[in-house]
């Protein structure tokens, strides 16, 4: 279950960056990276090294109150 309690607020979106190609904006909380639950910066980034170079991305998010779930190919 994602909610607004937990995660880690996207503030800003270089839309060059990997968060623009993974479809996250500005607002959005990232709860969780390829099922990995994220609570922290540390935890996201660990989240995200221990992906690797996946085929795909799989990012749960809190976006305007409604859970949404990304899949991007990697």
Do not use: F, H, M, Y
């Amino acid at each position: 279950n994602i909610n607004d309690e937990e995660g880690i607020i996207v503030l800003a979106v270089d839309r060059r960056g990997v968060a623009a190609r993974l479809g996250l904006r500005a607002g959005d909380i990232v709860a969780a990276i390829n099922g990995k639950t994220v609570g922290s910066v540390d935890t996201l980034q660990a989240a995200i090294t221990a992906a690797g170079k996946p085929k795909r991305w799989q990012v749960g998010i809190l976006r305007n109150g409604q859970v949404l779930n990304l899949v991007v190919a990697g």
